[in-house]
């Protein structure tokens, strides 16, 4: 089975710039979050899908981020426009199950993507 | 302010030493909590996890301790190999809102 995928693995982008990152999670997986690092800090919850929909997005820290998942498969968070602050770690994770909806099945991770803003 | 407090920062330990980190919460509602562990370049992967109502949970070398009315918990790392040097999380989960508050990482090198 396939990880969960993230693209690109590294990005620097200049202040003002819009960067789009890219999640594919685990076929079959109707939950995908969103989570990030900046500078080595805890790892924070920034949005969480079921399929198409945004079941929660209490973590996003502003309108500069916009989170899609057409379709219910892969999903993209766009940074516009980018700021210093936003240089971080960016993680997307999915489960089949989240927790609100039974059983609870682990969230996998991605390897991240490490977005440098200069 | 960190709803989940993690110490040490940074811990290094010998080969076959036990590997201690420490986490606290103040929010009396999570009830899941899980460890995560981070090697260089991947995402965080399930450790092991515990829910309050257990005070211990072993998985091999690796050991959670709960004291729910400290509200602290700790993950012990039993005969610690250097292949265990990586970033420990530990994170609480309130399975209501279903999304995992991380503490801020523990850096574990193993040396030989």
């Known amino acids: 089975e396939a990880g969960v995928t993230q693209f690109p693995s590294h990005s620097v982008i200049e202040k003002g710039q819009t960067v789009t990152l890219r999640c594919d999670p685990i076929s079959g997986h109707d939950n995908l979050y969103w989570y990030r690092r900046v500078m080595g800090k805890e790892i924070k919850f920034l949005l969480h899908?079921?399929?198409?929909?945004?079941?929660?997005e209490s973590g996003m820290p502003n309108n500069r981020f916009l989170a899609e998942r057409t379709g219910g498969t892969y999903s993209t968070l766009k940074v516009q426009p980018a700021e210093l602050e936003d240089s971080g770690v960016y993680f997307c994770a999915s489960s089949q199950r989240a927790f609100g909806q039974g059983s609870h099945s682990p969230l996998h991770f991605g390897n991240g993507t490490r977005l440098t803003v200069t | 302010q960190q709803q989940v407090k993690q110490s040490p920062q940074s811990l290094i330990v010998q080969k076959g030493g036990i590997s201690i980190i420490n986490c606290a919460y103040e929010?009396?509602?999570?009830?899941?909590f899980p460890w995560y562990q981070q090697f260089p370049g991947k995402g965080p992967a399930l450790l092991i996890a515990i829910r309050p109502d257990v005070s211990e949970k072993k998985e091999g070398r690796f050991t959670i301790s709960f004291n729910k009315s400290a509200k602290q918990f700790s993950l012990h790392i039993m005969d610690s190999q250097p292949g265990d040097s990586a970033t420990y999380f530990c994170a609480a989960i309130k399975t209501s809102y279903d999304k995992v508050i991380f503490g801020p990482g523990t850096s574990l090198s193993v040396i030989p």
């Open positions: 899908f079921v399929k198409e929909s945004k079941q929660d």
């Open positions: 929010n009396t509602a999570f009830d899941y």
